[in-house]
C-alpha cells in the first residue's frame, strides 16, 4: 500500500506535519504512484487530459479540499491542502493545473463571493466532479494586466448579456460552467469587474482548444469566445467587486502551485539521484563524479529550503496572516527553483532525459508554463519590489 | 455482521533499510511505517463484507506502542468504525505471546468473523492469525484467496501449489487474508478527517512469556560482480561454456 515514491526529506520536514497531513500527503502520494503515473506519458504524448482520473480524484476528495465540509469538501487546512497539490505536481503539473483550477479558481471564487444558493448549488457539484469549471480572466491582449481587460457584462431585462474573449484557459473546453471575469460599467473602470457563474451550455459561448502546446500537453488549454451570451440575474457573484477578488483568486492558487514546484522538484531529483547511482561510465555510476554531485548538492539545497519556506507560508495561511506578498515569494521562489532542478535532472539523464519513459523533461517543459502563468516569475519580481520599496514598477 | 481485523505496523521493507547497532533488529533510522500489506487486504475484506451485506462493524485491533495509532486511524480513514490499541512499549517476537494479547481482546467482543493478514511483512512468521484461533477455540483458515460469508458459515478458497481448495467453516472463525481478494482502497481526504472522530479505546497488552528471542538480523552478502568474459561472436563459446559449467543455467 504504500508509495514506492520516498519523497526527500533531508531536513525531517516530516517531523514538522501533523499525523494528518502525513496521511493525506501519503494517500495522495499512493494515488499518483497507482493511477497517474502509469498512464501520464502517454497523455503527454497524445496532448491529452487524462479525463478517466476525474472520479477517482473527486471520490478521495482533491477538489477543493480546504473548503468546508458542509459544502461537500474535506474541510482540510490549508497545508494538507498544499501537500496535495505537491504531490499532484509531482505527478505532472497539468494535474495539478486540473485540481488548482477547480479548487481555487471555481470553487473559492463561489464560496468566497457567492451567494448561500450558490454555494449549495455548485460546489457539492464541483467537488464531486459532476461539474468540471474553469475561470475566465486572462485575455488575448490583457495578460499581466487583467484589470485592462475589455469582457463586457450589461444589464438587460432579461438578464446579463456577455461579450468578449479569454484566452489560455486551463480545464476550458471540458469545463461544463466557467467563472467569467467581466466589466459591468465604463471599459477603463476596473472597481466595476465583476464575477459571472456561466454553464457552458449558454447559448452564445464557445470553447476550443489551443493547439501546438509544447508544455502542459497532458492539460487543457483552450481559448474561450462569449458572443451575446446571455446568463440569468443570478448568474452574478454577489459579493464580488474590482479586480480585487479575481486577484484574490489567484492568490489562493499561486499559494498551490509554489507547493507544487516542491513536487516537480522532488520529482526530478529523486529520478536524478537514482539515475546517478546505477549509471555506469568510465567504469564508475556518474554519481560518484563531482560534476554529478554538484548538481545533487543544488537540487537538494534548493529543494528543502524550498519546503521549509512553504511550510511556514502554509502555517500563516491556517493562522490568517499570510499576504499576497509572501505568496508572490514563494511562487516567484519555487517554481524558478523547480525549473533548475528539472533542466539540471534532464542534463544528468544525458539523452535519456530526452525520452519521455524519463520524467525530467515532461517537467522542465510544464514548469515553463507554471514559471509564466499565474503571475510570470517576472510580475512577482515586481511585486517584491513594489512591497518593500512601496514603489511600483509595472 | 461483527468483524475484527488485526493489523500489524510495519517498515516498509522496499525501501532502503540497515540493520541497527546490537544486530537484532533494524535500524530505525529513515525507516518509513505502514500497514502490513496483507493486512491491508484483510481490511479491505472486511470493509466490503460489512458494505455488501450490512449492517455491521468493522474494528481494527493492533498491538505496539503509541506509534501504531497512526495506523489505526489508517484504517479508520479506510472506513473501519472503532479501534482498539493493545499497548506495548515492545513488540515481542514470539507469535504465540502476541496471540495471547489478541486472543484476550477477541474473546468476548462476540466477533463474528476475526481477519488477518496472511503474515506480517517484516517478520514473516505466519503464526499469530492461527495460534489465536486456537486460543479462541475457533476455526481457522490460512492464505485466503477468495471469502464468502453466509448466514452463520463461510467458505473459503485456498490457493495450492497447482490447485485451488474451498473450505467451509462455521462462524465465529478466524481467516487470514492473502494478496489478491480485494485490492485496499485509498483512505480519501473525508475518511482521514473522520478518523480523528472515531473511537480508539487503549488496553495493555496482556502478552504472558514471550520465549522466543531474535538472536542476530543480517542482510544478504553483496552479490559478486559480474565478469567480462570477452567481447563480440568470439566470447559467445566461452560464454556459453561458463553457463553450462559454472553458473549450470544450461
Sequence with gaps: ?394 | MKIAVCIKRVPDMDLRFSIGAGGKALDPAGLKYDIADFDGYAVEVGLRLVEQQGPGEVTVISVGPAAVQETLRKALGMGADRAIQLAADELPFDGLAIARALAAELKDGGYDLVLFGRMATDSANQTVGPMTAHLMGVPCVTAVSRLDIVAGGGTAERQLEGASETVAFPLPAVVTIDEGVARPRLPSLKGIMAAKKKPLDVRPAQFGEARLTVQSIALPPDRPPGRIVGEGADAVPELVRLLQTEAKVL
Excluded at chain 1, 446571455?230 to 492558487?253: E, H
Design chain 1, 1 to 394: 500500500m504504500a508509495s514506492t515514491f520516498a519523497g526527500v526529506d533531508f531536513y525531517d520536514v516530516d517531523g514538522l506535519l501533523s499525523e494528518e497531513e502525513r496521511a493525506v500527503r501519503d494517500m495522495v502520494r499512493a494515488w499518483v504512484d497507482e493511477h497517474l503515473m502509469p498512464v501520464i506519458g502517454e497523455a503527454y504524448i497524445k496532448g491529452e487530459f487524462p479525463r478517466q482520473l476525474i472520479p477517482g480524484m473527486a471520490e478521495l476528495g482533491f477538489l477543493g479540499a480546504n473548503l468546508p465540509e458542509e459544502y461537500g469538501c474535506a474541510g482540510l487546512n490549508n497545508v494538507a491542502y498544499g501537500l496535495i497539490m505537491q504531490e499532484l505536481e509531482r505527478g505532472d503539473s497539468g494535474i495539478r493545473s486540473f485540481a488548482s483550477v477547480q479548487g481555487a479558481l471555481v470553487m473559492y471564487p463561489i464560496y468566497a463571493f457567492g451567494s448561500e444558493e450558490q454555494k449549495k448549488h455548485w460546489l457539492p457539484r464541483l467537488a464531486s466532479g459532476k461539474d468540471i469549471g474553469c475561470f475566465g480572466l486572462t485575455e488575448p491582449d490583457y495578460g499581466s494586466n487583467p484589470g485592462g481587460m475589455i469582457t463586457t457584462a450589461r444589464e438587460t431585462k432579461d438578464g446579463w448579456l456577455l461579450n468578449g474573449a479569454k484566452m489560455w484557459i486551463t480545464n476550458g473546453s471540458q469545463a461544463t460552467v466557467s467563472i467569467i471575469w467581466a466589466k459591468t460599467g465604463a471599459i477603463d473602470d476596473v472597481k466595476s469587474i465583476r464575477g459571472f457563474i456561466v454553464p457552458s451550455s449558454t447559448k452564445g459561448y464557445t470553447a476550443k482548444d489551443q493547439k501546438g502546446k509544447l508544455s502542459l500537453r497532458a492539460s487543457d488549454t483552450s481559448e474561450i469566445v462569449l458572443q451575446d451570451c446571455l446568463v440569468p440575474k443570478d448568474a452574478i457573484l454577489p459579493k464580488s467587486g474590482g479586480i480585487k477578488s479575481p486577484l484574490m483568486c489567484l492568490t489562493q492558487a499561486r499559494y498551490g502551485i509554489a507547493w507544487g514546484g516542491i513536487g516537480a522538484a522532488m520529482a526530478c531529483y529523486d529520478e536524478a539521484l537514482s539515475y546517478a547511482k546505477n549509471r555506469i561510465m568510465f567504469g564508475k555510476p556518474i554519481g560518484q563524479t563531482q560534476l554529478q554531485q554538484s548538481r545533487l548538492a543544488e537540487m537538494l539545497t534548493e529543494i528543502t529550503k524550498a519546503q521549509l519556506l512553504t511550510l511556514q507560508l502554509g502555517r500563516l495561511k491556517d493562522k490568517g496572516t499570510m499576504t499576497p506578498d509572501q505568496v508572490s515569494l514563494a511562487k516567484r521562489n519555487n517554481i524558478n527553483m523547480a525549473c533548475e532542478a528539472a533542466r539540471e535532472s534532464r542534463r544528468l539523464l544525458g539523452a535519456n532525459g530526452i525520452l519521455a519513459e524519463y520524467h525530467s523533461m515532461r517537467h522542465m517543459a510544464n514548469l515553463e508554463s507554471v514559471y509564466t502563468y499565474e503571475g510570470t516569475h517576472d510580475m512577482h519580481t515586481l511585486i517584491l519590489g513594489q512591497a518593500v520599496t512601496g514603489l511600483p514598477a509595472f
